[in-house]
């Protein structure tokens, strides 16, 4: 398979407003980490387009597994943003930290929620995309491919991410590249292009990140002493 079948081709039968939706929930999407990565606050309004946006793309396409997941993103989003507010003494910057032994503990704990909860939703997916109707539908992991278990193991890790991240813990950006590079691929064999590429930049963008929190962090110790 070539470049054309990955990129060009599954736009073929997409609308112009389909394909604008989705460059615009890539754009959005790069603004909320560069947001993030100047620990501006920012990274929630523009993050919260972005994921409503592709509640949208999903629910048009049938993927309403994937949809309800998005939708938690956006709660979680809104979760954050309060977060930040709340610890933000001009509401733009926020300090950051290293995670606790209790961060961990608490990540461990969302993980297998996270887990438990997507993959709950995969084994209900036949009957969602069919609106709930069991007319020759039957609920299972049987139709279950190898970028579904990966989606469910990202969006796992990226729940992870978002707390840590609302929690303003360093870490979060080690989730976020983990996912990153993971959801490239995924995102390739589900035909949407532009996204695979906003992934891979997001990788770069996390990697960057990580470093920035990190001397953030390390550059304000030196001033406390």
Known sequence: MNVYDFFIKPYETAST???????AGTVFGILS???????NIWVYPTGIV???IYVYLLFIAGLLGDCM????YTIMSIYGWILWAKSSDNLINVDVNWASKKDWVYSCVLFVFSLILVTSIYYYKPLIDNLFSDNNTIAGIHHLDWANWLDVVITSIFLVGMWLMAKRRIENWIFWIIGDLASIPMYIYKGYGITSVQYLVFTVMAVIGFIAWKN???????EQL
Do not use: D, G
């Open 17 to 23: 407003l389909q394909i604008t939706l989705e460059i």
């Open 50 to 52: 972005s994921t409503i």
């Open 33 to 39: 980490v560069l947001f993030s990565i100047k620990k």
């Open 69 to 72: 997941i998005n939708v938690y």
């Open 216 to 222: 953030s962090f390390n550059q304000k110790r030196i």
